[in-house]
């Protein structure tokens, strides 16, 4: 069996992403050096982004795996080094195309993120459920996404989407953690166990700004930030920073909710966004015969959608009725959704088609760079 060549190991180191970055390693020039003896045996160098780096064990396991299929190679052996300062700066303006001050991506004219601001009245109404699992669905379905845990007071997307380490800092720049392949970030990351968050608004602003520009998202084709209930300051930032942002009212079907969520849909009047639906959550209890309990009554979600279609101009529907479901709970606790730990339950199937209403337009090629250039 002949000796593997060092481009055929770089070929398939290719194909090797940082689990933070989502990019090869190839590419983020962390690939440092590779030897392969005359036995076959072959040494790959790879630098961290940090020393203690985190994702260390999963790059030193993918690099290896990835090494050992190249045919004629024996033995795989990672020597973990990390970047120094010059090198994570070439880093950071590699990734973001310039060593300025950090912007926010999605506010550029050739951006193609779908932005969705999940918005209620009230707390209660398992706004961040819906916003966790239409998450983990679009995922599933192979896109790219993020999630902004904007709840700052009441962050919990970190524990429904099983996040377990904390985000990385490459000088400025922090690299969200991965968890169901979904980037996310949240307050819950830099505080201490459970300690309560009490700011104002002026930091509240900074902290949504720096969650938008310092955090790398890469080419996400969805970011979902879940917001806190109400139309506080988190709101109005939002609609400063991202006025692109489309608005998704979550609601319970009871009367009293209905009215707390069309104040959370109408805010759009004044920030000129646009509310793209209303999703009503717990809408019923499926029962052993089939037939379903209504705990919470019904008709909230249309109600809020008429009023909204009528306070707006536009058109607002209900774009999904979500049953409850006693997994779901559970689910959230475990850290996985459960449109992947029961992909099947009735609950699971209406987010599922919630999430393709909401990314159905393809991103299409406006704004983007094919690549070429004039002869």
């Known amino acids: 069996m002949s000796v593997p060549t060092v481009e055929a190991i770089r070929s398939a180191l290719d194909q090797v992403l940082d689990p933070e970055i989502r990019k090869p390693i190839t590419e983020l020039d962390m690939v440092e050096k590779i030897d392969v003896a005359d036995s076959g045996a072959v040494t790959v160098r790879v630098l961290l982004t940090i020393p203690g780096c985190p994702m260390k064990n999963t790059i030193t396991r993918d690099v290896t795996n990835a090494v050992l299929g190249v045919e004629g190679v024996t033995d795989a052996h990672v020597d973990l080094g990390s970047m120094t300062e010059e090198q994570r700066e070439n880093l950071r303006t590699k990734l973001r195309g310039s060593s300025g001050e950090p912007e926010i991506p999605f506010t550029k004219p050739d951006s193609l993120t779908r932005v969705y601001a999940i918005a209620s009245g009230k707390g209660g109404v398992g706004k961040s459920t819906v916003t966790a699992n239409l998450a983990a669905a679009m995922a599933e379905d192979g896109l790219r996404v993020g999630v902004l845990d904007a709840d700052v007071y009441g962050f919990s997307i970190p524990r429904m989407m099983g996040v377990e380490q904390p985000p990385t800092r490459v000088d400025d720049m922090i690299l969200p953690p991965v968890s169901h392949d979904v980037k996310v970030i949240s307050i819950g990351m830099f505080v201490p166990g459970n300690q309560a968050v009490v700011w104002r608004g002026p930091m509240l602003h900074r902290a949504l700004q720096q969650f938008l520009a310092d955090v790398f998202w890469g080419d996400l084709d969805v970011l979902l930030l879940d917001l806190p209930p109400g139309t506080g300051d988190i709101a109005i930032s939002t609609a400063q920073l991202l006025p ?132």
């Open 244 to 375: 692109n942002a489309e608005i998704v009212v979550i609601t319970t079907p009871q009367a009293a909710a209905a009215d707390v969520a069309e104040r959370a849909g109408s805010i759009a009047v004044q920030t000129k966004q646009r509310t793209v639906g209303v999703i009503e959550n717990m809408s019923w209890l499926s029962q052993p015969d089939g037939s379903k309990l209504e705990l919470f009554g019904s008709g909230g979600g249309e109600v809020v959608a008429d009023r909204l279609t009528e306070t707006l101009g536009t058109d607002v529907n209900v774009i999904g009725q979500v049953p409850l479901d006693v997994d779901a709970g559970k689910a959230s606790d475990e850290g996985t959704p459960i449109v992947l730990s029961h992909p099947n339950s009735p609950a699971s199937l209406v987010i599922k088609d919630i999430a393709k209403q909401l990314t159905h337009r393809s991103r299409g090629l406006a704004g983007r760079s094919l690549g070429v250039s004039p002869v």
